[in-house]
């Protein structure tokens, strides 16, 4: 049976890996054509042997300009892109006054989100829907991780006034915002087994089902945004948190 997702272009970054990837395996039984753009393959090839040519990989960094463009090229060869997911994030753990480690958060979480939207706003169709993916932390504090709550904070105020701006081009714009996600994300933040340990318990103790997010149930909930069940919605940050902020 058909669905208003068949045969749509989805552009998505960052989506070799979590949810990234968990999306591209969430829209392609749905119908969807993706176009993936990562640093590396990671786990798509799997993906790739069950839909063939529906996913197409592009390699690039959200940090880099020229690859940017070449994402643009590619989706322009594909047709018009209904969906576009900067997914593309990074966080570390730093001190709140490293300057650098902000700037290396920045230039993916936030301007390498901004920066793909600008590349491929030209083949954007009409209606569209672009989806940022915030974080929970943004309205609240977590030690170490300022520059990234900050990256993502800025985020979400340029979203908003891109929503008012784009609206007119029949685009929708917003965020979804996961809490703790069962993601290498974790790994990637030069903790030890321990020091993970004991951030997992801390968080944990305020998720209400006691267990962090799989990717796939944040992966739902921007499809839910994708979709024309959302197309009242504009501008808005959804957090998908495990109940994480109600603490």
Not at 92 to 106: K, T
Not at 214 to 228: E, G, K, R, T, Y
Request: some cysteine; aromatic content about 6%.
């Amino acid at each position: 049976m058909q669905t208003e997702f068949q045969d749509r272009l989805a552009v998505i970054t960052g989506a070799s890996s979590g949810i990234g990837l968990a999306l591209c395996a969430a829209l392609l039984p749905r119908g969807v054509r993706v176009l993936a753009m990562s640093r590396t393959v990671g786990d798509l090839p799997a993906l790739q042997q069950i839909y063939g040519e529906r996913l197409q990989w592009c390699a690039g960094d959200v940090t880099c300009e020229d690859d940017l463009q070449g994402l643009a090229r590619r989706a322009a060869t594909l047709g018009r892109v209904d969906y576009l997911v900067p997914n593309a994030g990074i966080a570390e753990m730093a001190d709140s006054l490293d300057m650098p480690a902000f700037q290396r958060q920045w230039a993916v979480n936030g301007a390498g989100a901004l920066n793909t939207l600008a590349a491929l706003r030209g083949e954007l169709a009409n209606p569209a829907s672009v989806v940022f993916v915030g974080s929970f932390l943004t309205g609240s504090s977590f030690p170490g991780l300022a520059a990234c709550i900050a990256s993502k904070a800025a985020l979400a105020a340029q979203a908003r006034t891109l929503a008012v701006e784009f609206a007119r081009y029949d685009v929708r714009i917003n965020l979804v915002s996961p809490g703790p996600t069962a993601t290498s994300m974790w790994d990637n933040l030069g903790l030890s087994d321990g020091e993970l340990d004991d951030v997992a318990d801390t968080l944990g103790k305020r998720l209400l089902p006691g267990h962090f997010l799989d990717a796939s149930a944040v992966a739902n909930v921007i499809i839910f945004q994708l979709s024309q069940g959302a197309r009242g919605v504009y501008g808005q940050d959804w957090k998908v948190d495990n109940g994480y902020t109600l603490g």
